[in-house]
């Protein structure tokens, strides 16, 4: 009997022990936390927010399909107030004290090449799903930044593409001062020299980003007298600029380009943007594909409203993360990354491909027109000129390679 007293104890400690251990079951269930640190406030919060419903569309949609590895994802977001050594404390607060998984955002690209310095230096993943600036992936690219919009490089390209076959050749530009502006104006004028002869800008302005009044600006703008305005302001500032712009009558006066133009710039500036102003954007809601409309279709029943371009790259990025995790069938970081690395994920406006070397996302740029709708009376819709697809315009692997060797 003291034998069998004996067994039935250790047996007993071993039950004890083993029921300590979390289960199989319980640890599928613990939920894939993602990060996202970006600017929730300030001149950029709205577009954020933005990018944001669509990402929550897409982890809505993974999670009702029994999420992924068989894990429900959750997000931890975080402000970075559009201040670099914020994105960066966003960084290590997600990463070490949260303990996220991956990490997804940043619109600001002052912020992204801070942030993305980082995340080469600690080997973590940081998946921009918007700041431009080709520096991030091209001379600055490494391992553990993957990107998958298009760059500046490619929006100028994309632009020049379509505006070197128009007739117009005295260019002016009003750009925000600092890398993302700096770096939409270089890439476009690049481009046109090299595609358009006769090519010359007149005058630039280089407003801070958030400047309250751009009267100064417009009436140089005015005194230039170019026959194209090239825009790189975005998101408040290009809402400033149209308001205060529409009184002096300067869109009756030249053509005016928006790098970015599309619904999330359109539908909060509403009747206040004029008709047949041009501009670019990597999404437009009225494609006519069956992917698209289904995707239509789901956006407006979530939220009320039709999706923006920046609903759209929200959405796109966290399947496209979210298709390299089911590749990999894993967590870990290294072999999610060497997933990424030449995959093409299906979306609905058509496929984007990450590029092997240079983690660059392949998604295209739509020339429109800005257009009255009957059945939106709110805003403008963007009308297709010409779409440009992302292969025609990747800066080519060699340049890449020379850019980052320092050559």
Same mark, same amino acid.
């Given at each position: 009997?003291?034998?069998?007293?004996?067994?039935?104890?250790?047996?007993?400690?071993?039950?004890?022990?083993?029921?300590?251990?979390?289960?199989?079951? =319980? $640890?599928?269930?613990?939920?894939?936390?993602?990060?996202? +640190?970006?600017?929730?406030?300030?001149?950029?919060?709205?577009?954020?927010?933005?990018?944001?419903?669509?990402?929550?569309?897409?982890?809505?949609?993974?999670?009702?399909?029994?999420?992924?590895?068989?894990?429900?994802?959750?997000?931890?977001?975080?402000?970075?107030?559009?201040?670099?050594?914020?994105?960066?404390?966003?960084?290590?607060?997600?990463?070490?004290?949260?303990?996220?998984?991956?990490?997804?955002?940043?619109?600001?690209?002052?912020?992204?090449?801070?942030?993305?310095?980082?995340?080469?230096?600690?080997?973590? =993943?940081?998946?921009?799903?918007?700041?431009?600036?080709?520096?991030?992936?091209?001379?600055?690219?490494?391992?553990?930044?993957?990107?998958?919009?298009?760059?500046?490089?490619?929006?100028?390209? $994309?632009?020049?593409?379509?505006?070197?076959?128009? +007739?117009?050749?005295?260019?002016?530009?009003?750009?925000?001062?600092?890398?993302?502006?700096?770096?939409?104006?270089?890439?476009?004028?690049?481009?046109?020299?090299?595609?358009?002869?006769?090519?010359?800008?007149?005058?630039?302005?280089?407003?801070?980003?958030?400047?309250?009044?751009?009267?100064?600006?417009?009436?140089?703008?005015?005194?230039?007298?170019?026959?194209?305005?090239?825009?790189?302001?975005?998101?408040?500032?290009?809402?400033?600029?149209?308001? /205060?712009?529409?009184?002096?009558?300067?869109?009756?006066?030249?053509?005016?380009?928006?790098?970015?133009?599309?619904?999330? =710039?359109?539908?909060?500036?509403?009747?206040?943007? +004029?008709?047949?102003?041009?501009?670019?954007?990597?999404?437009?809601?009225?494609?006519?594909?069956?992917?698209?409309?289904?995707?239509?279709?789901?956006?407006?029943?979530?939220?009320?409203?039709?999706?923006?371009?920046?609903?759209?790259?929200?959405?796109?990025?966290? /399947?496209?993360?979210?298709?390299?995790?089911?590749?990999?069938?894993?967590?870990? /970081?290294?072999?999610?990354?060497?997933?990424?690395?030449?995959?093409?994920?299906?979306?609905?406006?058509?496929?984007?491909?990450?590029?092997?070397?240079?983690?660059?996302?392949?998604?295209?740029?739509?020339?429109?027109?800005?257009?009255?709708?009957?059945?939106?009376? /709110?805003?403008?819709?963007?009308?297709?000129?010409?779409?440009?697809?992302?292969?025609?315009?990747?800066?080519?692997?060699?340049?890449?390679?020379?850019?980052?060797?320092?050559?």
């Amino acid at each position: 009997m003291a034998f069998t007293g004996k067994r039935l104890l250790t047996w007993f400690m071993i039950a004890a022990f083993l029921g300590s251990l979390p289960s199989p079951a =319980l $640890a599928q269930r613990k939920p894939i936390r993602i990060g996202i +640190p970006d600017s929730f406030s300030g001149i950029a919060a709205e577009f954020v927010r933005d990018k944001l419903d669509g990402a929550k569309l897409a982890v809505e949609e993974i999670n009702a399909k029994g999420g992924l590895l068989g894990r429900k994802i959750e997000l931890v977001l975080r402000d970075n107030q559009l201040r670099p050594p914020k994105g960066v404390e966003n960084m290590i607060d997600l990463y070490d004290r949260e303990k996220v998984d991956f990490v997804v955002g940043i619109i600001s690209s002052a912020v992204l090449l801070a942030t993305s310095q980082w995340a080469k230096e600690h080997k973590r =993943l940081l998946f921009a799903w918007d700041a431009r600036t080709q520096k991030a992936t091209d001379e600055q690219g490494h391992r553990y930044l993957v990107r998958s919009l298009s760059n500046t490089y490619m929006d100028g390209l $994309a632009m020049a593409t379509f505006f070197a076959k128009q +007739p117009w050749t005295k260019y002016a530009t009003i750009s925000p001062d600092y890398e993302y502006g700096h770096s939409v104006v270089e890439n476009f004028e690049m481009h046109m020299k090299h595609l358009k002869p006769g090519f010359q800008i007149v005058h630039q302005a280089w407003p801070k980003i958030g400047e309250i009044d751009l009267s100064s600006y417009i009436t140089a703008l005015l005194n230039a007298a170019p026959e194209v305005l090239y825009v790189g302001l975005w998101g408040g500032d290009a809402m400033t600029f149209i308001k /205060q712009a529409k009184p002096y009558g300067l869109f009756d006066k030249m053509q005016v380009i928006f790098l970015q133009g599309g619904m999330s =710039l359109l539908m909060p500036v509403g009747n206040a943007m +004029p008709e047949n102003v041009w501009a670019g954007t990597n999404y437009v809601f009225t494609v006519e594909t069956p992917e698209n409309k289904a995707f239509v279709e789901r956006f407006q029943a979530r939220y009320g409203r039709v999706p923006t371009d920046y609903n759209y790259l929200g959405y796109a990025a966290f /399947q496209i993360l979210a298709a390299g995790i089911r590749k990999a069938k894993s967590l870990d /970081q290294e072999k999610v990354i060497n997933a990424l690395e030449g995959l093409t994920v299906k979306l609905p406006a058509g496929p984007v491909t990450i590029r092997a070397f240079d983690h660059q996302g392949d998604m295209g740029l739509y020339i429109v027109k800005t257009v009255k709708d009957p059945n939106y009376p /709110q805003f403008l819709i963007p009308k297709v000129v010409e779409y440009v697809g992302g292969e025609k315009i990747l800066r080519p692997l060699d340049e890449v390679k020379k850019l980052r060797e320092g050559k």
